[in-house]
């Protein structure tokens, strides 16, 4: 689900994933292999929203709404 939203990301900012390896500082296979593993930490999806002058919200939602 994360990778989608990345892949989402990119395609509005209008960059290949490439190009977003190359911001990042990595492969462009290693970021392809995490995308298809769909496997980030906090600290990566933070540096891919930098790299994509975006802000990352991450938040919990219980079934009646409520954030955390």
Known sequence: MTAKKIRALIGYEGITQ???AKRLG???QNLYGQLSRDNFS???LEEIAKAC???LQICFITEDGVKF
């Open 18 to 20: 490439a190009e977003l």
């Open 26 to 28: 990595k492969t462009p």
């Open 42 to 44: 906090e600290r990566e």
């Open 53 to 55: 002058n975006a802000k």
